[in-house]
């Protein structure tokens, strides 16, 4: 018997607007793209995947600690130590991602998943 994954879409719906406020007139330097664009990027490709919302949430967030100085404790307290402890580890990743990039590894798997 499988079980059912709990949904709650007016929580994915509350971090949408969460990250929204927080990414609010903030773009990437390289693309010139709002932040946000990405979010829901990431929050798309994660529906079709048939994440559940927790999954969905984080990444719907993953950039706003980094981006924002949005410390992960107030992720915690409004999503659940699930979702900032996702944040937390994308975070590890993109650093790693940076330091393969300066050792000239950049066409690694790593980088090319992220």
């Known amino acids: 018997m499988t079980q059912e994954k709990k949904t709650n879409p007016a929580?994915?719906?509350?971090?949408i607007i969460y990250a929204s406020v927080k990414y609010h007139g903030?773009?990437?330097?390289?693309?010139?793209i709002e932040y946000?664009?990405?979010?829901?990027?990431?929050?798309?490709?994660l529906t079709e995947m048939?994440?559940?919302d927790e999954l969905k949430i984080a990444g719907i967030l993953q950039g706003v600690p980094d981006i924002t100085g949005t410390p992960?404790?107030?992720i915690a307290q409004r999503y659940g130590n699930g979702v900032a402890h996702m944040c937390k580890?994308?975070?590890?990743?993109?650093e790693g991602k940076a330091r393969a990039c300066q050792h000239g590894l950049c066409g690694s798997l790593l980088w090319w998943l992220l």
């Open 11 to 15: 929580k994915v719906h509350d971090a």
């Open 26 to 32: 903030l773009s990437s330097p390289a693309t010139g």
């Open 36 to 45: 946000i664009c990405h979010a829901l990027e990431v929050m798309s490709v």
């Open 50 to 52: 048939k994440a559940d």
């Open 72 to 74: 992960l404790f107030e």
């Open 89 to 94: 580890h994308v975070q590890f990743i993109l």
